[in-house]
């Protein structure tokens, strides 16, 4: 991940945003619940400050945040600091992981999903929740990326184009759901989540590891 300094000094003001728009933090919420085992170890990384690992049970988390994760771990996180591009575990640890709008802040998307394919065991899961670019949500957060102290490094992805991430990163995807079809402003109540994606701007993929993982060579790799 890149510019951790944001995330550092405004870590109060990232999670204050959940309190301050329910409605659509809940929607996000139910819309990944779906998916997230009901047993098994979990871990998600980009935990932040555990909005999204504490109430679906996440147990563990991993962030290059120091901020962050003393957050999460009030939460009831148990949390490591790391890059999701170098996971710093052992292979096959975890039967999931969930990663939460953390696909636009990482520099090497190839490097994050051969390294989440690492840590799960045969048959895991991984939960990926992101906002589709190809959205009005995501293009109004192109457009307005350079006002924003967390959005102007970021780089944001649409599903087809995650699609094809998780599959060349050997995961067989499984469901495609999607959430927040209208203004933000307008979403006064949770929003089921629909199948599919193209009209939700919060998208969430699950997809199974298959096969043995390939790790990429580059400044991410393992020494």
């Keep these: 991940m890149s510019a951790l ?3 550092d000094t405004y870590a109060a003001h990232y ?13 996000e919420l139910q819309a990944l619940g779906r998916f997230i085992p009901a047993q098994g170890l979990g871990l998600e990384i980009g935990v932040g400050t555990g909005r999204f690992a504490a109430p679906l049970g996440v147990a ?17 996180i148990c949390v490591v600091q790391g890059r999701g591009e170098a996971l710093p575990f052992r292979d096959a640890v975890f039967d999931y992981a969930l990663l939460v ?13 051969a390294h989440t394919r690492r840590v799960l065991r045969p048959g895991g899961r991984v939960v990926i929740g992101f906002i589709d670019r190809n959205s009005a949500l995501g293009q109004a957060y192109v457009k307005r990326q350079n006002e924003s102290v967390f959005y102007r490094q ?18 067989r995807l ?3 759901m999607q959430t927040l079809t209208r203004p933000l402003p307008q979403i006064t109540a949770p929003e089921p989540a629909r199948p599919g994606y193209g ?10 590891a298959q096969g043995n993982p390939r790790l990429p060579t580059g400044p991410f790799s393992p020494a």
């Design 60 to 76: 563990m988390g991993v962030d290059p945040s120091a901020a962050m994760l003393a957050y999460a771990c009030a939460r009831g």
């Design 101 to 113: 709008t953390t696909l636009c802040f990482v520099r090497d998307v190839t490097a994050l999903l």
């Design 15 to 27: 999670d204050a945003w959940f309190s301050q728009h329910q409605a659509v933090y809940q929607s």
């Design 174 to 176: 499984t469901t495609w």
């Design 199 to 208: 009209q939700g701007a919060f998208v969430v993929v699950a997809a199974t």
């Design 154 to 171: 970021a780089t944001f992805r649409a599903a087809p184009v995650v699609g094809r991430q998780l599959a060349n990163a050997g995961f």
């Design 5 to 7: 300094s944001p995330f």
